[in-house]
Every structure is written in C-alpha cells, then in structure tokens.
C-alpha cells in the first residue's frame, strides 16, 4: 500500500494534467455506496463499523481525501454522542490530512469540485470542534475559510448540491448570531437564503439529505417556524428510529412545539441510553434530566419538577464537563428553588 502511495505522488506531480482522470468519483460505484454505507452506520449509532468501513477505503485509496473526511466525520459524531471529547487529537489529524491532502490535488490541476467538497467541509466540522471547545476566534476562521472553499467548487460546478448544505448554514448563522446589528445598512440579512441553499441540499444533493433534514430543524426552531421544524424531525426519526443523533433532534423540537408527552418520552429513553455509554461523562445525563425538569415544570407538576432538577444537580462531573454544562445546572438550580416553593405553597394552602 506504501508504494502504491508514493506511485500516487510521483504520477500527481510528474503529470499533473492526467491527474483528475485517475481521480475516483464519488458519484460513481462502488464510491457511491460505500459513503453512504458509512452514513447510514454512522446515523445508526454504529460507529465502530462505520469507522472500519472508512479506514478501508483510506487504505485503498491513500491519496484521495474522501476516506479521511468521513473517517473524522464519523468520529466527531461519536464524540457528540457521547459529549466527550477525549479523542479530538485525532479527529484534528484526519481534518487535516483531508485539507492537506486536497490542496496536493488542487495545486495539480484545479477542476474537480468535489475536492473543494471534501477541503471544505473538513474547515467546518474542525471549526464546529473548536466552537465546542470554546475557542471561538479558531472556530470563525475555520467557518469562513470553509464556505469560501465551498464556494470555489459551487463555481467550478454549480451542481455540487451537497455544498449548499455548508454555504446556507453559514449564512444563516452568521446573520442569526448578529441580527441585533441587521438595521446597519452594510449588513446583510442572509437567513432566508441560507434557508433556501439548505433546502437546495436537501432536496438535490447527493450525500446530506438526512443530516441536511436535521440541520433544518434546527435552523427553523431558531427562525420561529416551529411546525415545519416538527414535521421535518418526525421524517428523519422515522426513517432512522435507532439513531440518537435524530432522536435528540425531534425531542427539542417536540419540546418547543409544546408537544410535552412525545417530548417526556423520548427524554426519558435518551436518559437511559446515555447513561449504557461507555463515553458518558455526565453531561449527557444532565442534558436530559433539565430538560425532564422543565417539562414538569411546564405542566405543573412540582414533584417531578423537582426530583429532576435535584437528580441533575448531584450528577458528579469533572472540571471541564461542569463548565461546559454550568448553564444546563444554573436552570436545574432554578427550577428546583421553584419547584420547592410551589411544593411549600401548597402544603401550606391545606
């Protein structure tokens, strides 16, 4: 496999112009199949699979980035699962080796727009890291460069629908996180475009429909359009009804719809899964329990209200969890000094 490698590189640089003829295509077979494979792996919580499904076909194509992006797709996703993010090292790695292995290709011969997919899309999901992590400056820069990348392949081949999911998301975000600015005249309000790309993707790309579906949802619950957010988290769960990626997805939105019993139930079974994580460091746990807590809280019953809330207040976390989730226990803490007074209150009216 080494010396296939280096064959590769010396073919890259020696012939340049022949390059994308040797190129594999992602939209042919059996490249095709094997991605979505890994996608539907992946969406299915089997992440151990997906990750051998991609490390073989790293080993059968070395110099080609499509193996390493999704290899630390997968991963990212793993982490996500389980809110723990101990194996990020070597998500940064696989990131890079896609960014840096596409840049070889491009400064080839500039022409495959799925290159600037693959370069792209590896900026975003190692920015959307590095906003987990708190380091927001590294996180912008990353966004930007990415969607510039995006854009480069969308203008090389106005086609690559599976770009418009990384471009509309931007552009919504970015006007969303800033609109309290939008009233200045050179700033643009970009939400209903980004809308428009991302459901673009959706409806013509090749590789993102589902998770394009999923980023959706969240786009809309941000924008107010909370039925159609619902309706699209129900399609996803129903077409994927192991996946906890998706799960989490449709019990925030049944949660902001105020569909509080679909919203109860699929928090309660999350809880139990989440706890059966090898990975759980408890933030997870806290997550659901709050969540618990405000649906009690919602309906009134003070009881449950409370036993939620204080469930979640005495889950033990390490240093770094415990500031991530200081927000989530902050509400717990809340809710539990009201639910108390309510139970007070009561007693006290008999």
């Not at 380091?135 to 770009?163: F, H, I, M």
């Not at 799960?247 to 928090?267: I, M, N, P, Q, V």
């Amino acid at each position: 496999m080494k010396i296939a490698s280096i064959f590769f590189t010396v073919i890259l640089f020696m012939f340049p112009s022949k390059i994308l003829a040797l190129l594999p295509d992602p939209v042919a077979e059996p490249l095709k199949s094997t991605i979505l494979e890994g996608i539907d792996l992946t969406l299915n919580n089997q992440f151990e699979q997906a990750d051998r499904l991609y490390q073989d076909l790293i080993d059968s194509l070395p110099e080609y980035p499509a193996g390493y992006f999704y290899k630390g797709a997968t991963m990212q996703a793993e982490m996500l699962d389980a809110e723990n993010f101990q194996n990020k090292q070597e998500f940064y790695a696989l990131m890079n080796r896609t960014i840096q292995i596409a840049d070889s290709l491009n400064r080839a011969e500039e022409g495959n727009a799925w290159i600037y997919f693959y370069k792209g899309s590896a900026y975003l999901y190692r920015g959307f890291l590095k906003m987990k992590e708190g380091d927001w400056y590294a996180a912008y820069q990353d966004a930007r460069k990415g969607v510039k990348t995006l854009e480069a392949g969308v203008q090389q081949d106005s086609t690559l629908y599976d770009a418009y999911l990384g471009i509309g998301s931007y552009k919504y975000w970015k006007s969303a996180k800033a609109k309290f600015l939008l009233w200045l005249p050179f700033i643009s309000d970009q939400r209903v475009h980004g809308i428009e790309l991302v459901s673009q993707a959706i409806q013509k790309g090749l590789f993102i429909e589902v998770v394009g579906k999923d980023q959706l949802v969240w786009i809309l619950m941000d924008h107010g359009d909370i039925p159609r957010a619902l309706t699209l988290a129900r399609e996803n769960y129903q077409a994927y009804p192991e996946s906890r990626f998706l799960r989490w997805t449709l019990a925030s939105a049944a949660f902001h719809a105020g569909e509080w019993s679909l919203s109860k139930k699929l928090y309660e079974e999350l809880l139990q899964q989440v706890r059966r994580l090898p990975a759980n460091n408890g933030f997870n746990e806290v997550d659901c329990l709050v969540r618990l807590a405000e649906i009690a809280r919602e309906n009134e019953s003070w009881d449950n209200a409370l036993v939620h809330a204080d469930e979640a207040l005495r889950i033990s976390l390490d240093a770094e969890t415990r500031e991530r989730a200081k927000n989530k226990l902050k509400k717990a803490l809340e809710i539990r000094q009201e639910a108390e007074d309510q139970i007070s209150k009561a007693q006290m009216s008999r």
